[in-house]
Nanobody, 124 residues
Framework: QVQLVESGGGLVQAGDSLRLSCAASEGTILSRTMGWFRQAPGKAREFVAAVSGSASTRYIDSVKGRFTISRDNNKNTVNLQMNTLKPEDTAVYYC??????????????????WGQGTQVTVSS
């Protein structure tokens, strides 16, 4: 069992940066793929980025070059550094963890554990 808690969301202007953090308060992220998803009002939850247990990363095209995902197994945390934010990045951002030894997936079904979400609002 893994419990995830996100933090770092907020209201920013276009072009600003935010750093989201996800901490596992129970369980470990070791050997798990960790992902970030987002859900805008009226839209389905979509994949944003993920980092595998071996530190491979994947991003959706719209955030490549702007977002960076990283993990710290010692601190049991995963971060999402978001730069040059755009209004279309506005959404609730969710952290997710896979079961152990599962590779990167871009679908919600690839993750077994989810945080409560943190709101990111980017004004134009």
């Amino acid at each position: 069992q893994v419990q995830l808690v996100e933090s770092g969301g907020g209201l920013v202007q276009a072009g600003d940066s935010l750093r989201l953090s996800c901490a596992a308060s129970e369980g470990t992220i070791l050997s798990r793929t960790m992902g970030w998803f987002r859900q805008a009002p009226g839209k389905a939850r979509e994949f944003v980025a993920a980092v595998s247990g071996s530190a491979s990363t994947r991003y959706i095209d719209s955030v490549k070059g702007r977002f960076t995902i990283s993990r710290d197994n010692n601190k049991n945390t995963v971060n999402l550094q978001m730069n040059t934010l755009k209004p279309e990045d506005t959404a609730v951002y969710y952290c997710a963890a896979s079961r152990t030894f599962v590779g990167i997936s871009e679908i919600t079904g690839g993750y077994a554990y989810w945080g409560q979400g943190t709101q990111v609002t980017v004004s134009s």
